[in-house]
């Protein structure tokens, strides 16, 4: 059975730093792209980041360039979202996707900036 789980989601100060996780089962992981996706309310879901199978390229979303980080751990078949210098539009549910010989979806974990 796929699994994606995410995890870090909060409540965080404009200005401030979270760290999201996806925790993956079920499927060959290594071999999948992964990526974040965010909804706002009202809003389309956009993608935030993408990073290749092995992890050794990234994309990031113009809005989100310089600030988040995408990376992988292969062996325990995790991604993680590293969010810098959070601003009120940051503000949505992030997702976990991977896309591959199939494409899953996580539930999302919400993420809110406010003072």
């Known amino acids: 059975q796929v699994q994606l789980v995410e995890s870090g989601g909060g409540l965080v100060q404009p200005g401030g730093s979270l760290r999201l996780s996806c925790a993956a089962s079920?499927?060959?992981?290594?071999?999948?792209?992964m990526r974040w996706y965010r909804q706002a309310p009202r809003n389309e879901r956009e993608l935030v980041a993408a990073?290749?199978?092995?992890?050794?390229?990234?994309n990031y979303a113009d809005s989100v360039k310089g600030r988040f980080t995408i990376s992988r751990d292969n062996t325990n078949n995790t991604i993680h979202l590293r969010m810098n210098s959070l601003k009120p539009e940051d503000s949505a549910i992030y997702y976990c996707?991977?896309?591959?010989?199939?494409?899953?979806w996580g539930q999302g974990t919400q993420v809110t900036i406010s003072s």
């Open positions: 990073i290749s199978p092995t992890g050794g390229m990234a």
């Open positions: 996707n991977a896309l591959g010989m199939g494409e899953y």
């Open positions: 079920g499927f060959f992981f290594a071999t999948y792209v």
